[in-house]
C-alpha cells in the first residue's frame, strides 16, 4: 500500500472538457466513455475517447447521481429542477433508462408522500440500490418526509428507509467487501459518515468516519473507494483522500472545486472529477474499486 497521497498520484489534472453549467454524477461505461450530467441544463452527456460531449437524455429532471444496476441499466437520482423557482418541480425520484430509451420510474413517494430530492445513487452487489434522500433544499411546504434519509430499493421493489439519523446525506460508496456503508453529510456539520450493512441490507451503528470541516468553497459531496480501502471524498477545496483508518492523507487540488469524482478509464486507475463548469481527471497508481453493474 502506497504511504503517502503523492504516491499515490500519477498526473497532473487535465481538464478534458468544460463550459458546462454545473456537472455531477460522473460515471465510467465499460464500453469506454464517461457519463455525467449537467445539472441547471437538464442533461445526461457522454464524454467520447475523442474529449467530445454528446447528450444522451434531455429534460432530465435536473438529474445528479448515475450508477449501473446489475442488468448495466443506468439508473438517475432526478432531484428536480433545482434552479427553478420554487425548486424542485415535478420530479423527485429515481429512474431507470430502458434500452428502447424511456424512463422508468423506480421510487417517487414512500407512506403516501413524495420523495424529496434524491441525490446520490450506488448498487449493492446483490442487485438493490441505495439512494440519499436530502430534505434541506426544500422549503418547508414542499417537504412529505418526515426526515432526510437514505433509501434502500430492494431487487423485489420494497422501498425503505435504511437510515434516517443525518442532516443532509449526500454522496454514497461502499467499502470493498461491502460491510460498510460511507455517506457525506454536506451540512451543516461537515463530515464523513460510516454505517455497518447487515446481511438483510439494513444500516446501523452510525459513525463520524472523519470530519471534513474546514475554510474555503466547497462541501462534501461525491466520494469514491480505491481497492486498498482508502476513501476519496470532494469537499473544502478539493478531493479529500483518507486512509481506511480515517486518517486524512491529504488533498487533491484542482482548478476548480469538485462536486463529483468517479473511478473510470479501461484500468480503473482514472479519477474523473466534475468540477463546476468543467471535467477534469488524474491518474492514480491505485485502482478504483468498480461498479457491480459495470463488471
Same mark, same amino acid.
Given at each position: ?155 423485489? %421493489?420494497? =422501498? ?9 446525506? &449526500? ?5 470493498? +467487501?461491502? *460491510? #460498510? ?65 480515517? %486518517?486524512? =492523507? ?9 462536486? &463529483? ?5 479501461? +484500468?480503473? *486507475? #482514472? ?25
Amino acid at each position: 500500500m502506497a504511504d503517502t497521497l503523492k504516491d499515490l498520484i500519477a498526473s497532473e489534472p487535465e481538464r478534458l472538457a468544460t463550459g458546462f453549467g454545473f456537472v455531477e454524477g460522473p460515471l465510467w461505461h465499460p464500453d469506454g466513455y464517461w457519463l455525467f450530467v449537467d445539472i441547471p441544463r437538464e442533461q445526461v452527456n457522454r464524454l467520447l475517447p475523442d474529449d467530445s460531449v454528446e447528450t444522451v437524455r434531455e429534460e432530465s429532471g435536473g438529474a445528479n447521481g448515475l450508477t449501473f444496476d446489475l442488468e448495466r441499466r443506468l439508473i438517475m437520482c432526478e432531484g428536480g429542477r433545482i434552479f427553478s423557482d420554487p425548486p424542485g418541480g415535478e420530479y423527485r425520484r429515481l429512474t431507470r433508462l430502458e434500452a428502447d430509451g424511456s424512463i422508468k420510474v423506480l421510487a417517487e413517494t414512500f407512506e403516501g408522500g413524495r420523495l424529496n430530492r434524491p441525490n446520490d445513487v450506488v448498487c449493492h452487489s446483490n442487485g438493490s440500490l441505495y439512494f440519499t434522500d436530502p430534505n434541506l433544499r426544500l422549503e418547508p411546504e414542499q417537504r412529505e418526509q418526515a426526515s432526510a434519509n437514505i433509501m434502500r430499493l430492494s431487487t423485489s %421493489g420494497e =422501498l425503505s428507509v435504511a437510515a434516517n439519523d443525518m442532516d443532509y446525506p &449526500n454522496g454514497l460508496a461502499f467499502s470493498v +467487501d461491502e *460491510r #460498510t456503508m460511507y455517506a457525506a453529510n454536506t451540512r451543516p456539520e461537515p463530515y464523513l459518515a460510516a454505517y455497518d450493512v447487515a446481511a438483510d441490507g439494513s444500516l446501523s451503528n452510525h459513525r463520524v468516519f472523519a470530519s471534513m470541516a474546514g475554510e474555503g468553497d466547497g462541501v462534501p459531496d461525491g466520494l469514491k473507494v480505491d481497492l486498498e480501502g482508502r476513501i476519496y471524498c470532494t469537499g473544502v477545496n478539493g478531493c479529500w483522500v483518507f486512509a481506511p483508518d480515517g %486518517g486524512q =492523507l491529504g488533498m487533491i487540488e484542482l482548478p476548480e472545486i469538485p462536486a &463529483n469524482v468517479g473511478w473510470g478509464g479501461e +484500468d480503473y *486507475r #482514472t479519477l474523473l472529477f466534475t468540477a463546476r463548469t468543467s471535467l477534469y481527471s488524474v491518474r492514480m497508481n491505485v485502482a478504483g474499486v468498480v461498479p457491480p453493474g459495470a463488471r
